[in-house]
């Protein structure tokens, strides 16, 4: 028996009125089906229609054309009662950690904020607070901080243990290292690796680092001018790209990679000399 996909879009567009009236399309007629435990990465050219999909899916972006199917439970348009059962199992890290936290609660109280509604004690909510944001690195010191008072890294290290604690359905990542310096977000990227290996939430990430996608997708899609140019194993993908947009993205990565290589070569004979 085939199990049914956890989230299916059925042709989902969206668009938007342009200054001469006219409705230009952001996102055509995607088709996706994802399965209880993939871990999907969204990639592609910038303004492409990357992050129009997952604000579809998450109803803050009103699609114009198709359906959603969640659960089970089919979603005609954004916060009908389909919808509203969506909201209620995915978690979602934005890119700006700042802009999604309230600046003036602790971070305690804001990684703890999606608990309350989950029937544990003060208690269970405390231990469990306290264990995600060890394993996202954070000190209990800064638990105790607001926004203001810690770095990027340790802000966005605190969204990605709010969106974990409720355990998600769904956990919904939005370039979710760009904001950070290259050090700090290869440092995030393996906690937020092992975060997802223990949770095992179905995972729908946007990111233009390869690094990232490489290391979490199991699955990787294209999108391009609006529209999906291929969808693949990431492995497959990563080796044998078929799409122009998937081979310029392998192939920039391949380069970066070359030359860090290079890099740490030359550091470690001047080391050596």
Sequence with gaps: ????????????????????????????????????????????PSGGGKSTLLKAVLGLTRFTH????????????PLDAGHKRLRGAAEAVFQNPLGALNPHARLRTTIEEPLRAGGLSQLERRQRVERIA?????????????????????????CIARA??????????????????????????????????ETQPTVLFVSHDMRLVRRLASRVIVIEAGRIVEDAPADRLLS?????????????DTHRRAAFAAARFVQREETVA
Excluded: K, Y
């Design 240 to 252: 044998a790209p078929q799409s122009n947009a998937a081979r310029a993205l392998v192939d920039c």
């Design 66 to 77: 198709g359906r959603m199917v969640f659960d089970g439970n089919q979603i005609r348009r």
């Design 134 to 158: 060890a394993r996202m690195g954070l000190d209990p010191a800064l638990l105790e901080r607001r926004p203001a008072a810690v770095s990027l890294g340790q802000a966005q290290r605190a």
């Design 1 to 44: 028996m085939v199990s049914a996909p956890l989230l299916a879009l059925d042709h989902l567009s969206v668009s938007v009125r342009a200054s001469d009236g006219r409705r230009r399309p952001i996102l055509a007629d995607a088709c996706v089906e994802i399965m209880r435990g993939e871990v999907v990465a969204i990639v592609g």
């Design 164 to 197: 974990i604690a409720p355990r998600p359905t769904l956990l919904v990542l939005d370039e979710p290292l760009s904001a950070l310096d290259a050090l700090v977000a290869a440092e995030v990227a393996g906690l937020l690796t092992d975060v997802i290996a």
